[in-house]
């Protein structure tokens, strides 16, 4: 029935547009289907195609149909490295710079295709969430997710699931569902929902939430890998934990009474969790944030 649906989404954006208006998803086929989604289809149309079917009979439909045409020699080597993890010239890629193969390269290196295309649940879940989604208790489209970075498993819907995976897509109102399923006994589980708690600025619930120790490590990392935007030097020099800097101008530290000299060297500096303008360092004994444009990195 998905299949149908999707079917029907691309034949309305145009890509059968070889094709009869009267073909029908009956009529196509999977493999000319498929053939046309690959072709012509958007990233999320692809991901989606990964969801719905095997991976080895998608790269069969590849192999056969589109591996060797050169007019799609691009796509063939996003679609073989991404998708098929072949390694297939990565100097080729390094001059691909487009939103489309941003995303292609983000998708692969968090490596969800195999898990995406695991659709059924495995037994102990299934039985853990009574086929429920384990965060807001809908069973529509059930599938496993991962927390990342530790492999447990949770059970969601795909409503959660569009929105854990795209936070473009937070509804506020879907959240609800989290003065429940926030209590609930299993680690998963609380640590998205303190991670959806967070994109949501929810600190009152978020105050509420208790969680050990390791459990709350957890669900930061978690955080960090999905917000983490580039820290930069005066001269766009990445910074990161650890590294050392020169300042290069005279700072009032305010509050501490006295002023960061021009060319002091603070070392082993830290990043500051989602304010990428500001570093925190010592200097003269003191703890300080301090603007990275005007840190030099040494
Ligand atoms: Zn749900």
Redesign the pocket.
Known sequence: MIKEQLFNKLKTKGIFWSYSKNLTYEKAGDKLFLEYLLKYGDFDDLILAFKLYNQNYIKTIWEDKLKDDKRFIKLNLMLARVFFGMNVESSYFKEVKSARFEKFRMFASSNQIKRRNKMSINKELEVRSGNK?E??G?SDELSEFQVAPRDDLIV??S??REQLEDSDKIDESHWHCLNDSMWSEVDGVKVVAYRVLNALNNQDLLDILYLEDDILEWAKDGIKDSNAQPVRDANGNLLEDGDSVTIIKDLVVKGAGFTAKQGTTVKKIQMVQDDPTHIQGRVNGTKIFILTKFLKKL
Do not use: H, I, P, Q
Request: hydrophobic share 25%.
């Open positions: 989604c965060l807001c809908s969601v819907c409503k959660c």
